[in-house]
């Protein structure tokens, strides 16, 4: 019975692995070629939660998805840039002056609102979803040790999943 069942998860994993690979070399080569824009594929961009100012909504280390819209109001969670760095916070207020659009934004578990308003060129998307966890290993792997650690633990595991059938038929062949 478990035969039947390693081929289907062997296949689902290099679906998985398949797709993880292309997603990575499309976002790295876009970020090669555009150096000042944050990559992005169908509209739908990808960041790693850093603080805890979105708690209990978004944890430190959660992955989260945003999609490039114009359609925003208060009450959503918006990621923008702000000096160097890219932020994730709820529109608690959309300001009209002039002609132009503004946003004030505050971390749900920030006791202030956010100093700065929020220009509309500066929002990189609205928030779809969050992979928990996920963004650990992306910071872990900004350590260059951990990458070689990885690395060889993967390298390992290729090894054991390819060499096992070759002992096993050995000892049955």
Request: proline letters at 3%.
């Amino acid at each position: 019975m478990r035969r039947s069942k390693d081929p289907k998860i062997k296949r689902i994993t290099r679906v998985l692995v398949i797709i993880l690979v292309l997603y990575s070399v499309v976002m790295v080569l876009q970020k090669i070629i555009w150096k000042d824009k944050i990559p992005s594929i169908f509209g739908f961009k990808n960041f790693v939660v850093l603080s805890g100012s979105m708690e209990p909504k978004l944890k430190i280390g959660d992955i989260i998805i945003v999609r490039e819209t114009q359609k925003i109001k208060e009450g959503d969670i918006i990621s923008f840039k702000e000096k160097n760095s890219v932020v994730t916070h709820r529109i608690i207020k959309i300001i009209n002056e002039d002609g132009e659009e503004f946003f004030q934004t505050k971390g749900d578990a920030n006791s202030a609102i956010d100093i700065d308003l929020v220009k509309r060129d500066a929002i990189e998307g609205k928030y779809c979803f969050k992979i928990p966890f996920l963004g650990n290993l992306v910071l872990l792997l900004k350590n260059e040790m951990a990458v070689y650690i990885f690395g060889g633990i993967i390298i390992l595991l290729l090894i054991v999943i390819n060499v096992r059938p070759l002992v096993i038929k050995g000892k049955h062949g």
